[in-house]
Each structure stands twice: as structure tokens, then as C-alpha cells.
């Protein structure tokens, strides 16, 4: 027989196991990125001229079961002078991929950060696939629980 907490079913602990998932890849995640930034801080220590420093940032965050590990490009335009300096910070990930284009991210990628961008970036589109495959698992068991939730109930 199983041996589940009486409260339990097996929908939620396949739901936990899971979700157990997701947090370990979250970690992982964060992990990639924090390395990435040390890299970048390190490299960055060595100049003292802004045209070297990196113009790309990399976040990661978790929001329920979904991780975001998202590169943003910043681009500066108007003019410090008059007032209207500003900057842009998006890279547009495609609809329904799980990486980003390495060509739209080295476009604001300097030399010395390119090989551990495509590493960095490669190594978090499988996070980003393994765990969309994660969630449209969680939907499913959720889906099945709710479909036999009238027969649980119905049984003496």
C-alpha cells in the first residue's frame, strides 16, 4: 500500500517532487549567474576606462514556479548636457525559445566577456527548458487531481 501522509495524495507528491526540482535548478541558476558577475567584476578591476566595462546585465529570479534568468543591454542616448540622458535595457529572448539569440546578445558584449557569455548562456537556456517542462508537468498533475477529485470524494 502507499505510504503517503494521510492528507496526501499522489498528485501532491508528484507536485512536491517537482517543485523540489525547480528550486534545485533555481539554485543552480543563480549560481551560473552569481559566477558570471564575479567574472565580470574581476575582469572590469583591471581597467579604469568605462569603455571597457561590461554593457550587459544578467538577473535571475524566481516567481512561484517560473525562473527568469533574463540579459539586459544597456544603451545610452540623449545627451548629459541638455538634460535627457537616458538608457535602454532590453535583449529580446524569441517567443517560445528557452535562449536567447547569441547574436543579439553580443551586440553589446565586449571581447573579453564573449566565451563566458556563450557558456553562461547555454548553460541557463537548459535551465530555462528543463524547467518549462517542469511546469507543464505541475499543470498536468493539477489537471488529473481535479479530473479524479468526484471520484476521491464519491468513495465510502
Not at 501522509?5 to 541558476?29: G, Y
Not at 554593457?55 to 517560473?66: A, D, I, P, T, Y
Not at 539569440?101 to 548562456?121: D, R
Request: a positive charge; hydrophobic letters at 40%; glycine letters at 6%.
Amino acid at each position: 500500500m502507499e505510504n503517503f501522509a494521510p492528507d496526501t495524495t499522489p498528485h501532491d507528491e508528484a507536485q512536491r517532487i517537482l517543485e523540489a526540482r525547480i528550486d534545485a535548478l533555481f539554485h543552480t541558476a543563480y549560481a551560473i549567474v552569481e559566477r558570471h558577475w564575479q567574472f565580470v567584476r574581476r575582469m572590469e578591476s583591471r581597467s579604469s576606462h568605462w569603455e571597457d566595462k561590461s554593457s550587459l546585465q544578467l538577473r535571475c529570479e524566481k516567481v512561484g514556479n517560473s525562473i527568469r534568468a533574463d540579459w539586459c543591454g544597456i544603451r545610452w542616448h540623449g545627451s548629459k548636457a541638455m538634460g535627457n540622458r537616458g538608457a535602454t535595457r532590453v535583449i529580446a529572448k524569441p517567443k517560445g525559445a528557452h535562449g536567447y539569440a547569441l547574436s543579439k546578445i553580443m551586440v553589446f558584449a565586449k571581447e573579453w566577456e564573449k566565451p563566458m557569455i556563450e557558456e553562461t548562456e547555454a548553460r541557463l537556456a537548459a535551465i530555462r527548458r528543463e524547467t518549462g517542462l517542469l511546469v507543464k508537468a505541475i499543470a498536468a498533475i493539477r489537471i488529473a487531481k481535479r479530473a479524479v477529485a468526484p471520484l476521491e470524494a464519491a468513495r465510502p
